[in-house]
């Protein structure tokens, strides 16, 4: 299993940013993927995650209104399209599924600083 994110960087407050997760060793349209988050000195969290087929979608409030998951089940890659961005959105972002056990990308930094 492979998941390779890509997309961060420096941002302004209220700018934007889409994260893609390029996936690879697994049937990637038969699992739930999903992004996590971790902040310096926080603890990881869910962002949103996102069903087989894309029909549905479930987001933290954090990103609620202003986050969007999809997915490319051709091209085995999801995205996350990332709006309104504030400081407090400041973290590494990694790609997560779950296949008997927890598999994470190895993160793309995302920094909301003027």
Request: glycine share 10%; proline share 2%.
């Amino acid at each position: 299993v492979r998941l390779v994110e890509s997309g961060g960087g420096l941002v302004q407050p209220g700018g934007s940013l889409r994260l893609s997760c390029a996936a690879s060793g697994f049937r990637f349209s038969n699992y739930v993927l999903s992004w996590d988050r971790q902040a310096p000195g926080k603890e990881r969290e869910l962002v949103a995650a996102i069903s087989r087929a894309g029909s549905s979608t479930t987001y933290a409030d954090s990103g609620k209104g202003r986050f969007t998951l999809s997915r490319d089940n051709a091209k085995n890659t999801v995205y996350l399209q990332m709006n309104s961005l504030k400081s407090e959105d400041t973290a590494v972002y990694y790609c997560y599924v779950y296949i008997v056990s927890n598999y994470w990308g190895q993160g793309t930094q995302v920094t909301v600083s003027s």
